[in-house]
Each structure stands twice: as structure tokens, then as C-alpha cells.
């Protein structure tokens, strides 16, 4: 009997563990996220300057802005899991900048090939890489 | 004009097989997370692939045999059949990255869907193989991929500090992230020197009807067409260390290497690296979709061989369509093609040894390859970097667990 509920046990521990059973953000998974926001906030900013300035393409612009907005989402979500007490505030604003980010190059997915969005996307994911 | 045709071999070796998407993935990413500190490890997988393409396609010169084939012969089944499973195992992740890799970069081009692209792409890829001989489909690859060249000119006009180039190419060691530059250093060993390169170049020597005359042309096929491939490399990873780096951008996505000539060069630039990075990536998959069936058929010594019908040679031609199909079905499941890409440069360097340790072998028998086999010089490069494989073929995994995949 032993010998079966050990091998179980492990099981279900490593599904829980698999499944997210790890529900808090740590001062590292914080500051890594915090990176990848500032590195799509930064290359987002690239791209509308590109657009601004008429030296892209609007399918290169609306893949590529789409594939960083996901990738914001994607950072906003895993912010949005609460952290230990000193953390939580800054995860608040983390996640907030995720989401701003994520709005910002969905306003560029929506209008690839507009000089005017381009200049305001960029401005602002400017002052969200800063 | 006809010696730039006759390179032609080399050169889609360099641009489908050295610059595919994991070429691409992990040079574009270790100069954004490193800037030009690993552009000397792109000058060590450079001479390990030059020194032993040139090995197998001495081997299939004078053994009209090609690696595989010589593998099963002088070196007995077992050996052969753990060689065989090995490289088709790569060879299958490897087709489904570089797929993945041409529908994103018809996507960035045109905007259509995914799944549409990739039903493109693989029809695409189909029909050039089998209406086109096999020598226009070097030439096509080969050359079209070469508007690659054009990141090499948006490294040049994002004004690169040279001095840190130049450092970049002297070996060290970091002061922090060990494990991430090890990481990154590992990858790009192993992408420039997965297993189905050398497949497919011992094949192409065969497929081209190269005798001992051509032994020169051999060697300048590995090593114009593999230092064209590390020159592109270098180029891509100076480029994302000259733009990304200062600005703490981590690439997530092909479309991250497009902006890297967009910003420099604008429209032209842009749409030119995508041709180039849909060209070599396509070189690749039919590269790795050739090296797939003709592992199989040499291993089983079925006929085999573009330059036959395909009524002529009918397992070898449902060898690379059951490629092409296999690498559809895995990437078309919704993984992500970048890190299907991440995972076969990875698991390619695990098998290594089982490609190169048999090559090194044959090439060094006697009795095979009589006053062709190895001489003093060739060993020593080859004894030399099967030294450097052994090393990260042990240390691929333990890295990547620790790294979490070079995430950090």
C-alpha cells in the first residue's frame, strides 16, 4: 500500500506545481518581468518611429506590433498574481505598465500605416521604456 | 561565372544550412543580451563545420559513398541505427523549426494568417522540390538567400563601436551571467554545426557526381561557403549588439531581426532581410528534408538521389514528403516555431558526437579511404573540435535546465 500512495503523492505534487501551484510573484520573477516589459515598451518604440516616419510596412508593423502586444499581455498576466507585502506595490505598477504597453501597440496593430498614431504610440512607449 | 556555380553546393550548404532559423535565433539574441562578446564562438563553429564538411565530402568523393552510408558500412549496424535514430530525431525538430520559420517570415511579408502560410509553405516547398533539379535549387536558394548580406550592411550603418568588435573575437569569460553566456555559447556552436549540414553535403557531393578531381572544389565549397555563413552571423549578431543591446531589448520574435535592418535601412532593408531570411530558412528545410530521406535510404541501401526520378528512387522521394508532412504536423499544433527552433539546436548539440565521432573515423581509415584519409593537419583541427562537442554535447542540457532555455 506503502509502496503505491508514495509514487502517488509525488505525482500529484509535481501536477500541482506544474499547474501554477506557485501563485505569487518573487522579487525575481518581478524584475524579470520588469525587464521584459521595458525591452518590448523599447523595441515597440523602434517600430513606431519607424512607422512615423514612413520606413516600414503596414503588414510588417501590424505582425510585429500584434506579436509584442501579446507579449505584453502575456508579462501583464503574470504580474498580475499578488506578491509578498514590500512587493505588492511595485507589481501594482509593473502590471499597469504592461497593460499600458499592451494598449499602446494594439492602437499600432489597429492603425499600421497612420504617421500621426505612430508618433503618439511612440511617444508614450518612450516614456514607458524610460 | 562557371566557378561562382560550381561553389554553389557551398553556398546553399552556407545560407540554408549555416544561416537557418537557429543560426538567426541565437546570433540575434546573443548580441542583444550580449552585445559582440560571443563573436568568437561563431569563429569556432565555423571551423568546425568547414573542417568536417570537408572531411565527409572528401569521404563521399572517394568512396562515392556518403556519410551515412559509410557509417553503416565501416563502422557495423548497431552503431549506424543509434547514428541513424539520433539524426533524424534532430532532423525532424530542426524541418519543423525552419517551416515555422518560413511562414513567419512570409507573415512579416504579407500579413496573411499563420496556418494559412504554412500549408503555403509547405506545398511551396514541395513543388520546388520535386520540379526543380537539384543543382537550381542550390542555385535559387543559395544566391536569393544571399540578400542576407544585407544585415551586414545595417551593421555597418548603425556604426558599431570596432574596437569592442574586435575584442569580441578574442576568447573570455564573463564577469556575470556565466551560465546564460555558456548557454549562448553552446547554441551558436551548435548551430552552425547541426548534423543535417554534414548530411546533406556528403550527399550533395554524390548528387553532383564529384570524383577525386574535385577535392579542391570540395575544399572551397566548406570553406568559402561555411566562412560566407559565419561572416552573415557575425554581421547578425553585431547588428543586434550595435541596436538592441544599448536599449535592453531581448528578441522574442522574428519580427525583432527584421527591425534590425528596418532601422538602419528602412523600407528596402527591411523587405530584403525578409527575402533573405525566407530564403535561407527555406534552403534549410529542404536541406533538412533531404538529409531525412537520405540518412534513411543510405541507411537501408535504398536507391536514392535527386538527380533520379522519382519513380526511379520512390522511397527516397516519400522520405523527404514524409519529412515536409512530419514537420507540418509538429508545428502546425500551435507551438511556437522560435522555441521548437531553441529546443533542436539544443537537443542537436546532445547528439553531436553521434554524427561527428563516426565521421572523424572513416575519414581516418586507410583501408577506405587509402592516400585520401586524414593527414596530420586535418586531425589535429578534427581531434580538436570533437573535442569542443564532446565538452557542450554534456554540457547542452544541464545548461539549458539552469538557464531555463536562456531566460535567465
Known sequence: ?130 | MKKIFEIALGILAAIGGFVDIGDIVFNVAAGAMFGFELLWVVVIGVGAIVTYSEMCGRVAVVSQRAVMDAVRERLGYRVGLVSLVAGQLVNLLTIAAEIGGIALALQLLAGLPFRVLLVLAVLGLGIVIWALPFEWIERVFGYVGLTMLVFAVAALKLNPDWNSVASGFVPHVPSQDVALYAFFAVGLIGAATVPYEVYFYSSGAIEERWTPKDLGLNKANAIIGYSLGGFLSCALMIMAGALFYPRGITPESLGTVGLGAEVPLGQVGLVLALIGVLFAVGGAAIDSAFSGAYNVAQFFGWEWGKYRRPVDAPRFTVGWMAMLVAGFLIVVTGVDPIQVTEYSVIFSVVALPLTYVPILLVANDRAYMGRHANGRIANVFGIGYLAVILVISVAAIPLMIITNMGQG
Open chain 1, 1 to 130: 500500500m506503502r509502496r503505491v500512495t508514495l509514487p502517488i503523492l509525488l505525482l500529484v505534487a509535481v501536477a500541482v506545481a506544474a499547474c501554477g501551484g506557485s501563485s505569487t510573484v518573487s522579487a525575481e520573477q518581478l524584475e524579470k518581468q520588469r525587464e521584459t516589459v521595458h525591452s518590448i515598451a523599447a523595441e515597440g518604440a523602434l517600430l513606431a518611429a519607424d512607422v512615423e516616419r514612413g520606413r516600414s510596412t503596414p503588414p510588417f508593423a501590424k505582425i510585429h506590433s500584434g506579436d509584442l502586444s501579446d507579449l505584453a499581455d502575456r508579462a501583464a498576466k503574470a504580474l498580475a498574481n499578488p506578491a509578498g507585502p514590500s512587493l505588492d506595490a511595485e507589481r501594482r505598477r509593473e502590471e499597469a505598465r504592461a497593460v499600458a504597453v499592451s494598449d499602446a501597440l494594439a492602437q499600432l496593430l489597429a492603425h499600421p500605416d497612420d504617421p500621426g498614431v505612430a508618433s503618439t504610440v511612440r511617444r508614450k512607449l518612450e516614456r514607458l521604456s524610460g
